[in-house]
């Protein structure tokens, strides 16, 4: 079992920044593909962005250029820089992690769930 843990969520202006993170723990980290979706109320999970094991990134067309998603082994977290946040940017965070075998953008391919983080923008 993975259990994944997501922090750096608040308030801030449009134009602003935030840093989310996303701490794991269990057997293995350094292999699994990690991403990013977020969600609203009556809308579907939303890909934002993946790392596989290997260094390779991935990122939704909506916040290219603004997110960018890193990972430290060493560490056993995963980041996602947020830049030049907008009002549209609003929804509830979660990081993902799968053993290896899911495609990045696809969510019900993940197996592993954090409980979310909350950024909300203000305009």
């Known amino acids: 079992q993975v259990q994944l843990v997501e922090s750096g969520g608040g308030l801030v202006q449009a134009g602003g920044s935030l840093r989310l993170s996303c701490a794991a723990s269990?057997?293995?980290?350094?292999?699994?593909?990690m991403g990013w979706f977020r969600q609203t109320p009556g809308k579907e999970r939303e890909f934002v962005a993946a790392?596989?094991?290997?260094?390779?990134?991935y990122s939704g067309g909506s916040v290219k250029g603004r997110f960018t998603i890193s990972r430290d082994n060493a560490k056993n977290t995963v980041y996602l820089q947020m830049n030049s946040l907008k009002p549209e940017d609003t929804a509830l965070y979660y990081c993902?992690?799968?053993?290896?075998?899911?495609?990045?953008?696809?969510?019900?391919?993940?197996?592993?769930w954090g409980q979310g983080t909350q950024v909300t923008v203000s305009s």
């Open positions: 993902a992690a799968d053993r290896g075998t899911a495609t990045p953008v696809r969510p019900y391919e993940y197996e592993y």
């Open positions: 269990g057997r293995t980290f350094s292999t699994y593909v």
């Open positions: 790392i596989s094991g290997g260094g390779y990134t």
